[in-house]
C-alpha cells in the first residue's frame, strides 16, 4: 500500500516541532495536498491545531496504549482520501515510557509505519557540538529512517553557515532547513499548547507558520521523501469501526472547555450510535439523548462561564440521577463534581458526585496508566485491563466516601490506589481511554445505553 508520509521528530521537547509541523501541514495544504495529520503519543492539544492547519482530523499514535496492528490500522483507515501523511512526534524521538523500552516513543512508531524521519534540533549557543549530537541520534538505532535534519533558531548568517557546515560534513546528514529566530506566538499551557479555538487568531499564525517553513524550509525536498516511503503491508479494519446502527443516541459534549477526545473514540461511537454534539456553554438543557461522554479538557479555565449556565448543569444532574449511562473524562470528571476551586476562587459545577477538584499550579499526575477493573460500570467489564494516559493538574477532595471501578497498577489515578468514581451509572476517572486499546468499550457503552 502506497502512502506518502513522513515524521517530524525533535531532539527533546520544546525544540520547535510542534511549530514546523504545523508549519508543513498548511504550506502542503496550500500547494493543493489533502494532508492527513497524526500525532505520536497521547496528546490531544496539538491535533487541535493539526485540525485547523489541514480540515481533517489527527489520528493518535502511540505503542504502548495501541498494538502494532492498531497503529497501521488507524493510519491506513484515516488516510483514505488524503495525498500525504505528516506525522507529529513526542518530546524526543527516542523518548519513551521507561529507561530503556522504546514503547511510546516516536523511534517506535516510526519503524512500525516504516516512516521516514525527519529531525528537528535547536541550533542556539551551539555550532559544531550539535554533529556530535545528531550522529548520535543516526547511530543509536540505524532502523530508524533518519532522512535531514531542521535547525531552528539559528543566528547570524555565518552561524547559520557553521552549523549547516559542519552537519551535512561531520554528521553526514541533510540540512533540510534552517529557521532563524523568530517572534512566533505560541503559548503553552499546562502540557501543551495552548487549545486552538482558544486563540482568536489562530488562522493568522498558522498562516505565519506555513509562511516561515515556506521561506526557510526546503519543502520540496520533504515532499519527495515523503513520497520515497516503502510501501506498507494492507490490514483489515478493526471491527469497531464497522458500521451496525443500534438505534441509540449519544450526547458527547465538545465544545471549549470539553476538547480532548481521540478522534478514533468518535469515529467508533458514530459507527455505532448516533452521535449527538453539545456545547455546555450555549445549550441549556441536554437534548434528548440514552448516554453521555464528557472528555477532558480545561473546564477550570471556563469555570465562571459553566457556572453561569445553571440550568444546563440542571440538566445533566438529571440525566446523571436518573440513572442513564454516563462517561466522564478528566475535565468530564471535575464538570461532575460538586466545585472547582481555582486561584480565582471556587465554581460551582454539576453537583453530581461527591468531591471539589483543587486546581494546582503543578501537575498532579503525568503518564501511561494500567487498570483493573473491579466494579461494574458503563464502559468496562470486571476483571478486565484497561490501559491508558492521564494527565492533570487537578486534585480531587472527597465529601464522603466514594466507590471506585478500578484499581491502579500503574499510574495515580484519585488516591494513587484508585480511579474511576462510579456513582449509579456515572463513571468519572482521570485516565483516558483509546478505542483501540480497549475495544469493548464502545459496545459496553452502547449496551448499557440501550438498557437505560
Known amino acids: 500500500m502506497d502512502i506518502p508520509r513522513v515524521t517530524i521528530a525533535g531532539v527533546k521537547s520544546k525544540v520547535g516541532k510542534t511549530?514546523?509541523?504545523?508549519?508543513?501541514?498548511?504550506?502542503?495544504?496550500?500547494?493543493?495536498?489533502?494532508?492527513?495529520?497524526?500525532?505520536?503519543?497521547?496528546?490531544?492539544?496539538?491535533?487541535?491545531?493539526?485540525?485547523?492547519?489541514?480540515?481533517?482530523?489527527?489520528?493518535?499514535?502511540?505503542?504502548?496504549m495501541l498494538s502494532r496492528y492498531d497503529i497501521i490500522e488507524s493510519f491506513e483507515r484515516s488516510f483514505r482520501g488524503a495525498d500525504i501523511a505528516v506525522i507529529e512526534g513526542k518530546t524526543g524521538l527516542y523518548d519513551s515510557h521507561n529507561?530503556?523500552?522504546?514503547?511510546?516513543?516516536?523511534?517506535?512508531?516510526?519503524?512500525?509505519?516504516?516512516?521516514?524521519?525527519?529531525?528537528?534540533?535547536?541550533?542556539?549557543?551551539?555550532?559544531?557540538?550539535?554533529?556530535?549530537?545528531?550522529?548520535?541520534?543516526?547511530?543509536?538505532?540505524r532502523e530508524v529512517d533518519i532522512r535531514g535534519v531542521i535547525l531552528n533558531r539559528v543566528g547570524n548568517p555565518r552561524h547559520a553557515f557553521k552549523v549547516k557546515r559542519s552537519v551535512e560534513v561531520l554528521a553526514k546528514m541533510r540540512v533540510l532547513g534552517l529557521i532563524p529566530r523568530e517572534n512566533i506566538d505560541m503559548p503553552y499551557r499546562h502540557l501543551g499548547l495552548v487549545p486552538a479555538h482558544e486563540r482568536d487568531e489562530i488562522e493568522e499564525v498558522i498562516e505565519n507558520l506555513a509562511d516561515l517553513v515556506?521561506?526557510?524550509?526546503?519543502?520540496?525536498?520533504?515532499?519527495?521523501?515523503?513520497y520515497s516511503a516503502p510501501k506498507m503491508e494492507e490490514v483489515q479494519?478493526?471491527?469497531?469501526?464497522?458500521?451496525?446502527?443500534?438505534?441509540?443516541?449519544?450526547?458527547?459534549?465538545?465544545?471549549?472547555?470539553?476538547?480532548?477526545?481521540?478522534?478514533?473514540n468518535l469515529d467508533a461511537l458514530s459507527s455505532k450510535a448516533e452521535v449527538v454534539v453539545i456545547d455546555s456553554l450555549k445549550d441549556k438543557r441536554l437534548p434528548k439523548v440514552d448516554a453521555l461522554y464528557i472528555g477532558g479538557g480545561f473546564p477550570e479555565v471556563f469555570a465562571?462561564?459553566?457556572?453561569?449556565?445553571?440550568?444546563?448543569?440542571?440538566?445533566?444532574?438529571?440525566?446523571?440521577?436518573?440513572?442513564?449511562?454516563?462517561?466522564?473524562e478528566c475535565g468530564g470528571l471535575m464538570f461532575l463534581g460538586d466545585s472547582i476551586l481555582t486561584r480565582d476562587g471556587e465554581f460551582d459545577m454539576?453537583?453530581?458526585?461527591?468531591?471539589?477538584?483543587?486546581?494546582?499550579?503543578?501537575?498532579?499526575?503525568?503518564?501511561?496508566?494500567?487498570?483493573?477493573?473491579?466494579?461494574?460500570?458503563?464502559?468496562?467489564?470486571?476483571?478486565?485491563?484497561?490501559?491508558?494516559?492521564?494527565?492533570?493538574?487537578?486534585?480531587?477532595?472527597?465529601?464522603?466516601?466514594?466507590?471506585?471501578?478500578?484499581?491502579?497498577?500503574?499510574?495515580?489515578?484519585?488516591?494513587?490506589?484508585?480511579?474511576?468514581i462510579i456513582l449509579k451509572n456515572t463513571l468519572a476517572n482521570y485516565i483516558h481511554v483509546h478505542v483501540l486499546s480497549y475495544p469493548k468499550m464502545v459496545e459496553k457503552f452502547v449496551k448499557s445505553a440501550k438498557g437505560s
Open 350 to 420: 454539576v453537583g453530581f458526585l461527591p468531591i471539589k477538584t483543587k486546581m494546582h499550579e503543578r501537575f498532579r499526575a503525568l503518564g501511561y496508566c494500567i487498570y483493573r477493573a473491579v466494579k461494574r460500570n458503563p464502559i468496562s467489564r470486571v476483571g478486565d485491563t484497561i490501559v491508558g494516559h492521564e494527565f492533570h493538574y487537578s486534585e480531587v477532595i472527597p465529601l464522603e466516601k466514594l466507590e471506585f471501578a478500578y484499581r491502579v497498577r500503574r499510574g495515580r489515578g484519585i488516591d494513587g490506589k484508585s480511579d474511576g
Open 214 to 226: 515556506e521561506r526557510y524550509v526546503d519543502v520540496d525536498k520533504i515532499v519527495e521523501i515523503a
Open 304 to 328: 465562571e462561564d459553566l457556572e453561569r449556565n445553571k440550568s444546563f448543569r440542571r440538566s445533566v444532574y438529571e440525566f446523571c440521577d436518573s440513572g442513564k449511562p454516563v462517561y466522564a
Open 99 to 141: 529507561a530503556l523500552d522504546e514503547k511510546g516513543s516516536t523511534a517506535s512508531v516510526a519503524k512500525i509505519l516504516k516512516s521516514p524521519v525527519v529531525l528537528v534540533a535547536d541550533a542556539e549557543r551551539i555550532n559544531r557540538s550539535i554533529s556530535a549530537m545528531l550522529l548520535g541520534y543516526k547511530l543509536f538505532d
Open 237 to 264: 479494519f478493526n471491527p469497531v469501526f464497522y458500521e451496525e446502527r443500534s438505534g441509540v443516541r449519544i450526547g458527547v459534549v465538545r465544545d471549549k472547555p470539553f476538547c480532548f477526545y481521540y478522534q478514533d
Open 19 to 64: 511549530t514546523i509541523a504545523i508549519g508543513l501541514m498548511r504550506a502542503l495544504f496550500r500547494r493543493g495536498y489533502v494532508v492527513q495529520p497524526y500525532k505520536v503519543g497521547p496528546d490531544f492539544i496539538d491535533p487541535i491545531f493539526h485540525y485547523f492547519a489541514t480540515r481533517r482530523h489527527s489520528r493518535n499514535l502511540d505503542d504502548f
